[in-house]
């Protein structure tokens, strides 16, 4: 199995990369793995932040930034290698009025992380956005689960984990997602429960 390779472009300035890099040392445990700060993200990513920017709503449109980010050289500079964009503006999707953010997959590689710190709540909240979305990054839950008799896996806005306390589950409302995170870090909780880090050690990124 290759070496994966994650950049990290950090444009936030109410979230401290060194949360970020925490949890990519976590998912090192699992996999072999190296991360990178990208200097300067503002030039590389304002432009298509500002296309995608909505001033009516206040908001960036999620897959409308990243699905421009994929059509350009941009994608192509960095190829296989799975990137994390990190940013403060309050995001929406298509048919949602917010989201957190999201990974979107590339044909080839590892794909992409679009994570807003707008509705962040603590620090507990924002690791374990950053824990969720790595781990889809990795095929958590996996395909294959949805197929199994004892799967523990349910169909919400993609595929989520149903096992108790891991981090793969899905809370689609802020208080709900913060409580879940604040229940965890007090109960001193495994990040992934035993199916998901298996996912995660076993998927194969598309060559």
């Given at each position: 199995?290759?070496?994966d390779?994650?950049?990290v472009?950090?444009?936030?300035?109410r979230l401290?990369?060194?949360a970020?890099?925490?949890v990519?040392?976590?998912i090192g445990?699992?996999?072999d793995?190296s991360f990178y700060?990208?200097?300067?993200?503002d030039?590389l990513?304002?432009?298509?932040?500002?296309?995608?920017?909505?001033?009516k709503?206040?908001q960036l449109h999620?897959r409308?930034?990243?699905?421009d980010?994929?059509?350009?050289?941009?994608?192509n500079?960095f190829?296989?290698d799975?990137k994390?964009?990190?940013?403060?503006e309050?995001l929406?999707?298509d048919?949602?009025?917010?989201c957190?953010g999201g990974?979107?997959?590339?044909?080839?590689?590892i794909?992409?992380i679009?994570?807003s710190?707008?509705r962040?709540q603590?620090?507990?909240?924002a690791r374990?956005?950053i824990?969720?979305e790595i781990g889809?990054?990795?095929?958590?839950?996996?395909?294959?689960r949805?197929?199994e008799l004892?799967g523990?896996?349910?169909?919400?806005?993609?595929?989520?984990?149903?096992?108790d306390?891991c981090?793969?589950q899905q809370?689609?409302r802020?208080d709900?997602?913060?409580?879940y995170?604040?229940?965890?870090a007090?109960?001193?909780?495994d990040?992934?429960c035993s199916?998901?880090t298996?996912d995660?050690?076993n998927?194969?990124?598309?060559e």
């Amino acid at each position: 199995m290759n070496k994966d390779h994650i950049h990290v472009f950090d444009m936030s300035e109410r979230l401290h990369i060194d949360a970020t890099f925490d949890v990519l040392k976590e998912i090192g445990k699992l996999r072999d793995l190296s991360f990178y700060s990208v200097g300067n993200p503002d030039v590389l990513l304002n432009p298509y932040i500002e296309k995608n920017f909505n001033p009516k709503r206040n908001q960036l449109h999620s897959r409308g930034l990243i699905k421009d980010i994929v059509k350009t050289g941009f994608h192509n500079d960095f190829k296989r290698d799975g990137k994390i964009i990190i940013v403060d503006e309050d995001l929406y999707d298509d048919g949602l009025n917010w989201c957190f953010g999201g990974f979107m997959g590339t044909r080839i590689g590892i794909g992409y992380i679009l994570l807003s710190t707008s509705r962040l709540q603590n620090d507990y909240h924002a690791r374990d956005l950053i824990r969720h979305e790595i781990g889809h990054m990795f095929g958590a839950p996996s395909d294959n689960r949805a197929c199994e008799l004892n799967g523990n896996v349910y169909e919400h806005l993609g595929l989520h984990c149903s096992n108790d306390l891991c981090v793969m589950q899905q809370k689609d409302r802020v208080d709900f997602s913060v409580k879940y995170a604040i229940k965890r870090a007090r109960l001193n909780a495994d990040t992934y429960c035993s199916q998901c880090t298996n996912d995660i050690r076993n998927y194969e990124v598309s060559e």
